[in-house]
C-alpha cells in the first residue's frame, strides 16, 4: 500500500480518537459544555468509523457528514459561550446588594435578580420573569407602567431617571425606594433597565432629623422653627381669605423655682404636664408650641373678621383656668400659674416676627400686671418695649462707668424726732439717656438679670458709707435697701451681705433689708429658708409697702418680719378720710400686738405726722421729715437736729 492511500484514513482515525476523548471529558466534567461533547463524540466515532472503511466511491457521504458534525460543532461551542455568559450574567445580577429588573416596552419582566425578588415580597426571579409590572405592585397600573417608559423615548432626558416613592407590596407593607431607571438596547430593542434601592434606614434618618428641626423633644409639640412657619402659613391663608388669626404668648410664672427646686428632670415632666393641659383647651385646629424654656406658643387660625379678639380672650381664659389647678411633680403638689400675651392679625401686626414679638410684649405686661393674668398688645406697650431696650443697652457698662449713686432718705423717730435709720435709694444719672428714674430701669433690669450685679452694688455702697459715718453724729444708725426677689435667689446672697458687714465694721443690727410682698409671693419656701440665715446673722427685714400686694397678713405670721412699712398711698388721706383713717389705725394695732415696728411712708403734713403719733406709730419718712439727699447733705441735716431742742413730737 502507498503512503497517500494510508495517510487520510490514518489522520481521520487520529483526530476521530481524538475527538472521542476530548467529548468524553467535556461530557463528564463540564455540564454547560455537554451538547459540544455529544457533538464531538459523534464526529470522532464517525472519523473512526471512515477511516476503517470509507472507500474512493463514499467519499461525498463522508464529505456531506463531515460538514454537518462540523456544524453541530460550532453551534454547541457558540451555545456553551452563550450560557456561560448567562450564567455569569446571572450571578453578576443576584450579586448586587440592589433590586434589578429589566421590562420590555410592554411592561413585561424580563430579567430580575434575587433582590428584587425579596424587595417585592416574592420568592425569587421566576416569580417575577414573565409577568407584566402591574401584576406585581398592587398599586401600578399599566397606564402608569407604559407613562414610565415613555420616558426613555423623549430626548433630552437625563439618565438615569432618579424617583423616589413608596411602594405598597402585596402583603400590604410601605416600602420606601428609590428608582433608576435606565435605557438598554438589545438586537435592536429597547428595554428598561431599573435598580431599586431600599432607602428604608434613610426615610427613618430623614424622618427623625425631621422630627428634631421641627418638633420639641421634651413636649412632642412644635417647636419654635416649625411655629415661625406655620404661622407664616397662618398669616398668609388669613390675607388672602380675608379673616383673623390670633397669636397667644404663654409664660409659666415660677417654672425657675421647680427647675432649681427639684431639678431639670421633673421641670420636663412639669413642661409635658403643662403643654397636655393646653392642648386639651384648644380646638382642632388650633397649633401648639413651644417656644423655648418655659414659654409656649398658641396659634388660633382662621377667625372670622371682628371676632378674634374675642376668640382670643375666650382660649387665655381657658389656658389660665386649667393652670391654676396643681400638677403632681415628684409626690408633690406644685402650682404654676401663666401669663398670657395676645396679638391679633391683622390689626397688632402684619406678618409672623411682629405677631409674636408683640405677643411677647403682651405677655411681660401681663406678668407685671401679678399671676395669672391676659394682655392684649396695644401701641403703647411698644414704646415701652423699645424704651426697655434703649435702657437695657445703656445698663451695660452703667456700673463700671460710675453712673450710679445713692442719696439718702431719713426715717425719724416719731415721738421724739430722733434720726434712727435713712433708706438708700438708688440713682441713675446715665451718659446716654441722662437722668433715668428707678420705676424706668428697675424693671428693665429685674427682667434681664441685672438686678442681682445692681443689688450687690448697692448693698455695698451702702454699707461703705455707713460706715465712714461711724466718727460722726450718724454713728450707730441703721441703713435700710431694698431687696429684690433675684437677689434672694443668689445662693450667694447671704455671703454677700456677710461680707459687706464685715468689711466696713458694721454691726448686723445696723442693716435693714426691704422687701415687697411681690418677693413673698414669688416662693414663699426658698424666700424663708434665705431670711431665716439673715435674722441668724442678726439682720432686720422689713416688708414696704405693706397693704398693697396680694394676701398681706398671712405674710406676718409665715417670715417673721421686724418691720412693717405703711404705703403712702394709706397715709396721704388719714387727715380727710375716716375709712384711711381707721385703716391706719388698725395696721399699727396689728403690728403692735404681733411685736413689729412700723413706720409711715410718704409723710408730707404736720397734720398726717400728729396723727400718727398718736395712733403709735414708731417712725416716720416722708418729704415733711425730708427729701432724699446725698450723704453729705444727710450728714448736716443729722446735725441740725441734734443742735436742737429736744421736743415731743419733733417731726412736728
Not at 456531506?64 to 450560557?83: E, F, H, N, P, R
Not at 403643662?274 to 387660625?301: K, T, Y
Request: aromatic share 8%.
Amino acid at each position: 500500500m502507498e503512503y497517500p492511500d494510508l495517510l487520510a484514513p490514518g489522520s481521520a482515525l487520529i483526530l476521530g480518537l481524538m475527538m472521542l476523548w476530548c467529548g468524553q471529558r467535556l461530557i463528564n466534567n463540564k455540564n454547560r459544555y455537554r451538547l459540544l461533547g455529544i457533538t464531538l463524540i459523534l464526529r470522532g466515532g464517525f472519523n473512526v468509523l471512515t477511516s476503517v472503511t470509507l472507500g474512493p466511491e463514499l467519499y461525498l457521504i463522508w464529505f456531506i457528514g463531515t460538514t454537518i458534525l462540523k456544524t453541530l460543532s460550532m453551534l454547541g461551542l457558540i451555545y456553551a459561550v452563550q450560557d456561560e455568559i448567562q450564567q455569569r450574567y446571572a450571578r453578576t445580577i443576584d450579586s448586587l446588594s440592589n433590586g434589578f429588573l429589566i421590562r420590555d416596552r410592554r411592561g413585561y419582566v424580563m430579567v430580575a435578580n434575587e433582590r428584587c425578588a425579596r424587595l417585592l415580597g416574592f420568592n425569587g426571579p421566576a416569580d417575577l420573569i414573565g409577568r407584566h409590572v402591574s401584576e406585581l405592585l398592587p398599586g401600578l397600573t399599566r397606564q402608569m407602567a407604559d407613562q414610565y417608559f415613555s420616558h426613555f423615548l423623549t430626548e433630552g432626558v437625563q439618565f438615569p431617571i432618579v424617583d423616589t416613592t413608596i411602594l405598597t407590596l402585596h402583603n400590604g407593607n410601605k416600602l420606601p425606594v428609590e428608582m433608576l431607571g435606565s435605557p438598554y438596547e438589545e438586537r435592536g430593542r429597547l428595554y428598561c433597565l431599573v435598580q431599586l434601592l431600599d432607602i428604608s434606614e434613610r426615610k427613618k434618618k430623614d424622618d427623625q432629623l425631621y422630627q428634631a428641626a421641627r418638633i420639641d423633644p421634651v413636649t412632642g409639640y412644635f417647636n419654635r422653627h416649625a411655629l415661625s412657619k406655620r404661622l407664616e402659613e397662618e398669616v398668609a391663608k388669613a390675607a388672602s381669605s380675608v379673616c383673623e388669626c390670633a397669636v397667644l404668648f404663654i409664660d409659666l410664672d415660677k417654672f425657675k423655682r421647680v427647675n432649681d427646686s427639684f431639678g431639670h428632670a421633673a421641670g420636663d415632666e412639669l413642661l409635658r404636664q403643662c403643654a397636655r393641659r393646653l392642648h386639651g383647651v384648644l380646638r382642632p385646629q388650633d397649633v401648639l408650641a413651644r417656644f423655648g424654656g418655659d414659654e409656649f406658643i398658641v396659634i388660633l387660625p382662621g377667625l372670622p373678621l371682628g371676632t378674634s379678639e374675642q376668640t382670643a380672650s375666650d382660649c387665655a381664659s381657658g389656658i389660665i383656668a386649667t393652670m391654676a389647678d396643681s400638677f403632681s411633680l415628684s409626690h408633690h403638689a406644685i402650682g404654676v400659674s401663666a401669663s398670657v400675651g395676645i396679638a391679633c392679625y391683622p390689626s397688632h401686626g402684619s406678618d409672623s416676627d411682629t405677631l409674636i414679638r408683640n405677643a411677647d410684649i403682651a405677655m411681660y405686661e401681663a406678668k407685671k400686671a401679678g399671676r395669672g393674668e391676659m394682655r392684649f398688645f396695644n401701641d403703647a406697650m411698644n414704646a415701652a418695649a423699645k424704651d426697655a431696650l434703649v435702657i437695657d443697652g445703656a445698663l451695660r457698662g452703667a456700673i463700671e462707668a460710675g453712673e450710679f449713686h445713692l442719696v439718702y432718705q431719713a426715717i425719724t423717730d416719731a415721738h421724739t424726732g430722733k434720726l434712727t435709720k435713712v433708706e438708700a435709694l438708688l440713682r441713675w444719672n446715665s451718659a446716654l439717656l441722662g437722668a433715668v428714674q428707678p420705676d424706668r430701669f428697675i424693671p428693665v433690669a429685674e427682667d434681664s438679670g441685672m438686678i442681682v450685679e445692681l443689688g450687690t452694688w448697692v448693698l455695698n455702697e451702702a454699707c461703705r458709707q455707713v460706715g465712714q459715718w461711724k466718727t460722726g453724729a450718724l454713728d450707730g444708725i441703721t441703713i435700710s435697701i431694698n431687696v429684690s426677689a433675684w437677689q434672694l435667689a443668689d445662693p450667694r446672697f447671704v455671703e454677700l451681705v456677710r461680707q459687706a458687714l464685715a468689711a466696713n465694721g458694721l454691726a448686723p443690727r445696723q442693716l435693714e433689708l426691704e422687701l415687697t410682698e411681690r418677693v413673698l409671693i414669688d416662693d414663699g419656701g426658698q424666700v424663708q429658708a434665705v431670711l431665716a440665715q439673715l435674722r441668724a446673722l442678726g439682720v432686720s427685714i422689713s416688708l414696704d409697702d405693706f397693704g398693697t400686694g396680694y394676701s398681706s397678713l398671712s405674710y406676718l405670721t409665715q417670715f417673721h418680719l421686724n418691720t412693717l412699712k405703711i404705703d403712702r398711698a394709706f397715709v396721704m388721706d388719714i387727715e380727710h378720710s375716716e375709712r384711711s383713717n381707721n385703716l391706719v389705725h388698725a395696721i399699727i394695732a396689728m403690728g403692735h400686738s404681733l411685736g413689729l415696728q412700723l413706720v409711715a411712708e410718704g409723710v408730707e403734713t404736720a397734720g398726717q405726722a400728729s396723727i400718727l403719733e398718736k395712733m403709735g406709730c414708731h417712725y416716720l419718712q416722708g418729704y415733711h421729715i425730708s427729701r432724699p439727699i446725698p450723704a453729705e447733705e444727710l450728714l448736716v441735716f443729722a446735725d441740725g437736729l441734734l443742735d436742737r431742742p429736744h421736743v415731743d413730737n419733733f417731726a412736728i
